[in-house]
């Protein structure tokens, strides 16, 4: 028994002496092939040939075979050469299999680049056997084409020692090694080669209108370049949904349409299909139309030099449909990629509603846009004016002063300031629409210098808040504490 016991232990450790000379033998094969070089090999250049005389490449991986054409411009298919922005000169990169598909022409160039480019870091000889180094069953193989000239580069392991790449070309018994794995800027998709559609035109300061579509209903945007009627040219964009009319505040929509107007793909998910329901775009999540005006230079220019240019309203609308993993699928109406774009998007526009793009605080009117404003707090009022004086000193210089006074006696300026500053900036703790259960105790009108009057009215809510209406419309409810301050404030001013 003790034969027996005192033979496993030594076959054990025979076992584990076999691992560690396996374990030796096998990184100085590594150092080895790290060591070994010729002048042969050292910057041997695998493929050859210039980038711009290749008329194709196929490349094998993962099973899938692929191949890219470069061909004469004008023998290309026109809405391949019309979808890629990017194609220039006398040649094209296209899908054979498909030459509508928009080939992105600077991956394209940059593959067939990196294959021309490709050297030898080491050349190890004709007399290695290819299994060895994984070349008996490549993993991946490329053939590139120039002229009546085609050659086959086998690519195989990776050596787990230098990080360099096992490669030889077929019909050829010597292997070769490159420094970098080069194989993952080839894709085994060709909609990983597309050239993106580009979503929007437009620049922020183009867009004229905006229009949604979404669960929350229908909300349209419209910019009035002269400023909504009724609020002193204060607020440019007018929100309307179900029939009603709001303005909006121009800070959360330039801020809406920053995020808008920027969104691009980030990916091609499909072209030309007719699975549009796949994706969710047979009956998109919600739609998007941007207004826009293009502007065009004419070529020409008037008496004193300027180019003439024209302006043409226009605009395109964008079709967002299900969640994916990547991002959210969305297409341009009449364009032929389905995309993703971030997912987030969604969560900005789905339930989009005029609550949403009303500001922060309650009502934000500079005193430099007014001649007067009028307060009335729990049936007391008083009138606030402003005297405004041009001065012009000797040298011609102008400055403005402007003081301020009220209708029933002495005013103490610096505590209007103060007043007025924390009037506009009590915050909406709850935005959105609200019915007040009390009527207005106080009220603000502001008198504008183009003659417009917008209103602010506080009215009791409840025990803690009261709710704000501005310029007719409610905007949500702001705390009980904020409003007796400002009324305790306006008493002050009285005197």
Known sequence: MKTKQRTLVILAVALVVLLALWAVLKNTAGEEDASSSGAAGDGTVLLGGASDEVQRIEWTADGQTLALEQVED?????????????????????????????????????????LTGLTASRYLGADRDPADYGLDSPRFSVTL???????????????????????????????????????????????????????????????????????????????????????????HWQVEQNGQTYSADDDAVTEL???????????????????????????????????YTQTTDT???????????????VQYTLLFGNTAADGLYAMQQGGGQVGLVSADLLDGIANLSPSSLLPATMCNVPMSELDSFTVTSEGTSETFRVTRVVNTDEDGATSNDETWSRTGGELDESALFTFYGNLCGVELEQPGAVEPTGETSFRVDFHFTNGDTVSLELAVYDSSFYSATFMGQSIGLVNRRDVESLQTEFTGLLG
């Open 74 to 114: 004008e023998t290309a298919d026109a809405s391949s050469a019309s979808s890629s922005s990017e194609s220039a000169g006398s040649t094209l990169w296209i899908w054979p299999d498909d030459t509508t598909l928009p080939v992105n022409q600077t991956k394209a160039a940059g593959l067939a680049s990196t």
């Open 145 to 235: 084409t120039a002229g009546e000239e085609a050659a086959t580069l086998l690519v195989g392991d990776v050596n787990d020692t230098t990080g360099d790449v096992y490669v030889m070309l077929e019909g050829d018994s010597g292997i070769y090694t490159v420094s970098d794995d080069f194989t993952a800027d080839f894709p085994t998709d060709p909609l990983e080669l597309v050239q993106l559609e580009t979503l929007t035109a437009a620049a922020l300061d183009e867009v004229t209108g905006l229009t949604f579509n979404g669960p929350s209903g229908s909300v349209q945007l419209t910019y009035m370049e002269d400023g909504v009627p009724g609020t002193g040219g204060m607020r």
């Open 257 to 291: 349409l920053r995020n808008l107007v920027s969104v691009q793909f980030t990916a091609c998910a499909a072209w030309n299909t007719e699975d549009l329901a796949s994706f969710g775009l047979e009956t998109p999540v919600c739609t998007m139309t941007v207004q």
């Open 299 to 313: 070529g020409e220019t008037d008496e004193e030099g300027n180019a003439i240019t024209t302006e043409t309203p």
